[in-house]
C-alpha cells in the first residue's frame, strides 16, 4: 500500500529552467510533507518542508505548494542548476496528530539538469 | 554544528550472523529514527526511539531491534541475517517530533 506516490521516476529539465516535481498521497492523516535530496550511497539532505495548515513554503531557489483537497504537493526549483541532478523524495508524518518522527516516504523521482 | 554520525560506514557480514549499527544524532536531537533503503522497496521506516522510548516501529522480523541511550546515541540489531537484509541503514535525528528530520551518511550492510 503506498501511501506516498511520485509517479514520474525522472525528470530532465535544462539549466535555468524551472524544474516541477509532484508528489500525491492518500493518508488524510499525514499533516507534515517534507522534501529530500539524495545522492547514491548517501542519506537524504532536507531541502523544504511544509505543514498542512499552510498551501505554500518558499526557500530560496525552493518552492513546495500543497493542495491538501487533491492530496497532492510539488516542489518547484527555479532556476535549475547542474547540482540540483539528484534524486528527490517526497516524505509525509502523521507529527501534529500523535505519529511522531515516522516518515513515509515516496519511491523518488530522479532529475537530471542538463548544461 | 556536527551532523547525524553513523558508524560503521560500511559493513560486509555472513547469513546467520548478528550486526549493531550505531548513530549519534544531532547535538540536542531526543528523536532518532531507523530507514533500510532497498532498490526493490526503496526507504522503509524501521522503528523511532523518543527519550530512551520506542514511540514508532515499522512492518520489520522481530529479528530488527533497537535502543537509544541517555545521550539519545541508538544502536540498531539485526540477529541472524538473512541476504534480503543487504541494503543501506539510514538513521535520522530531529529535534522532536514537529520538526525536520536530518540523516546520517548511512551504513551499507552487505550480507554474504
Known amino acids: ?115 | 554544528k556536527a551532523g547525524v554520525t553513523q558508524t560503521p560506514r560500511y559493513l560486509i557480514k555472513t547469513r546467520g550472523q548478528q550486526v549493531t549499527l550505531s548513530c549519534s544524532p544531532i547535538s540536542g536531537h531526543r528523536s532518532v529514527s531507523w530507514y533500510q533503503q532497498t532498490p526493490g522497496q526503496g526507504l522503509q521506516f524501521l522503528f523511532e526511539y523518543f527519550s530512551e522510548t520506542q514511540r514508532n516501529k515499522g512492518n520489520f522480523p522481530g529479528r530488527f531491534s533497537g535502543r537509544q541511550f541517555s545521550n539519545s546515541r541508538s544502536e540498531m540489531n539485526v540477529s541472524t541475517l538473512e541476504l534480503g537484509d543487504s541494503a543501506l541503514y539510514l538513521c535520522a535525528s530531529s529535534l522532536d517530533e514537529n520538526t525536520e528530520a536530518f540523516f546520517g551518511q548511512g551504513t551499507r550492510l552487505t550480507v554474504v
Not at chain 1, 547514491?40 to 513554503?57: H, M, Q, R, V
Open chain 1, 1 to 115: 500500500d503506498q501511501q506516498v506516490k511520485q509517479n514520474s521516476p525522472s525528470l530532465s529539465v535544462q539549466e535555468g529552467r524551472i524544474s516541477i516535481l509532484n508528489c500525491d498521497y492518500t493518508n488524510s492523516m499525514f499533516d507534515y510533507f517534507l522534501w529530500y535530496k539524495k545522492y547514491p550511497a548517501e542519506g537524504p539532505t532536507f531541502l523544504i518542508s511544509i505543514s498542512s495548515i499552510k498551501d505554500k513554503n518558499e526557500d530560496g531557489r525552493f518552492t513546495v505548494f500543497l493542495n491538501k483537497s487533491a492530496k497532492h504537493l510539488s516542489l518547484h526549483i527555479v532556476p535549475s542548476q547542474p547540482g540540483d541532478s539528484a534524486v528527490y523524495f517526497c516524505a509525509a508524518r502523521k507529527g501534529l496528530t500523535g505519529g511522531g518522527n515516522k516518515l513515509t516516504f515516496g519511491t523518488g523521482t530522479q532529475l537530471k539538469v542538463e548544461l
